[in-house]
T-cell receptor, first 113, second 114 residues
């Protein structure tokens, strides 16, 4: 297993467009997280899946954001009607169990112009 | 609400020097604490994970300590090298949240001068 994979690495989009990011966690990890990181800040929690169930969402996750994890495997994060304030690095992390810590992907850098 | 603070925000040291990065958190009800490294424009690489029952963890030139009662952790880097230049992030998994989500500090940007 090569770790957590995220696609694309970079995305530039015009304001108002929809974008979708994909995360492939480590195969045996049942816990999956999305975080957002803006310049000079630490990552902030967005949402959490255990298997296919989305169990927690941050208040940062406005109604323009939606995340899915069909069949408890890969996950997608969609942003509708993007705004300039959505420009950030979107990070995915997975974990087998809370005891073992988290493995992060390389992130998707979103730029909204 | 759990808050994590890292001091200093930036640090520049000559190659070969030993250094300490500091992390403090406001709520001692943590499940574990993890130190990460982040290179510019990249994702996070896990360095050390300390469970709440542990006092320290070591990996190579890195040693992380945890004092849960005082809400503090330190990351000690021995014999620093230019390749250690990166931003170091401290994160705590708060046991009061069912997801055990991580709360991060803003990081310490380390520059090791050859």
């Amino acid at each position: 297993d090569t770790g957590v994979s995220q696609d694309p690495r970079h995305k530039i989009t015009k304001r108002g467009q929809n974008v979708t990011f994909r995360c492939d966690p480590i195969s045996e990890h049942n816990r999956l997280y999305w975080y957002r990181q803006t310049l000079g800040q630490g990552p902030e929690f967005l949402t959490y899946f255990q298997n296919e169930a989305q169990l927690e969402k941050s208040r940062l996750l406005s109604d323009r954001f939606s995340a899915e994890r069909p069949k408890g495997s890969f996950s997608t994060l969609e942003i509708q009607r993007t705004e300039q304030g959505d420009s950030a690095m979107y990070l995915c992390a997975s974990s087998f169990d809370r005891v073992y810590g988290y493995t992060f992907g390389s992130g998707t850098r979103l730029t909204v112009v | 609400k759990q808050e994590v603070t890292q001091i200093p925000a930036a640090l520049s040291v000559p190659e070969g020097e030993n250094l300490v990065l500091n992390c403090s958190f406001t709520d001692s009800a943590i499940y574990n604490l993890q130190w990460f490294r982040q290179d510019p424009g990249k994702g996070l690489t896990s360095l050390l994970l300390i469970q709440s029952s542990q006092r320290e963890q070591t990996s190579g030139r890195l040693n992380a300590s945890l004092d849960k009662s005082s809400g503090r952790s330190t990351l000690y880097i021995a014999a620093s090298q230019p390749g250690d230049s990166a931003t170091y992030l401290c994160a705590v998994a708060y046991s009061g949240a069912g997801s055990y989500q991580l709360t991060f500090g803003k990081g310490t940007k380390l520059s090791v001068i050859p």
